[in-house]
């Protein structure tokens, strides 16, 4: 299995999506809609099986959300050594501050974000326009 980079993903209410990318850019996170992810090759597609899956797996609780957004929620810089490709390599397991920063942040558009409380690797390769992720 090549690099991985964790992310939590997440179902985001269309007209919130603005407002959570920004709150968690200032504790150095990103967030990436994964229709327009860049590193993602058939956007559409992927963001309909993900959203699907994610709500299915709820069996009825998140019926809400079946129009809403998925999207990663990775870890910056901050929380990461970057090897000389771009590639992420942690210096070791990523730290509980991160995850707690991202619970909380998460926390603050509860009724607007759903999502479950782990992470997930999403498979990374440094390429010359992106050098930190992209998705086979």
């Given at each position: 299995m090549g690099p991985r980079h964790l992310v939590a993903t997440v179902l985001v209410a269309p007209d919130v999506v603005q407002d959570l990318e920004l709150r968690v850019m200032t504790d150095d996170m990103w967030l990436w809609p994964v229709?327009?992810?860049?590193?993602?090759?058939?956007?559409?597609?992927?963001?309909?099986?993900?959203?699907?899956?994610?709500?299915?797996q709820r069996r009825g609780a998140w019926d809400d959300a079946s129009d809403w957004t998925p999207a990663w929620i990775g870890f910056g810089a901050a929380w990461h050594e970057f090897g000389p490709e771009g590639n992420a390599r942690p210096s070791g397991p990523l730290p509980?501050?991160?995850?707690?920063?991202?619970w909380s942040a998460l926390a603050e558009f509860e009724s607007s974000v759903r999502y479950r409380r782990r992470l997930n690797g999403i498979p990374t390769e440094p390429t010359a326009e992106w050098p930190g992720l992209n998705l086979r």
């Open positions: 229709r327009s992810a860049p590193v993602v090759v058939d956007g559409a597609r992927m963001e309909f099986q993900l959203r699907r899956r994610l709500i299915e509980w501050a991160a995850h707690q920063r991202l």
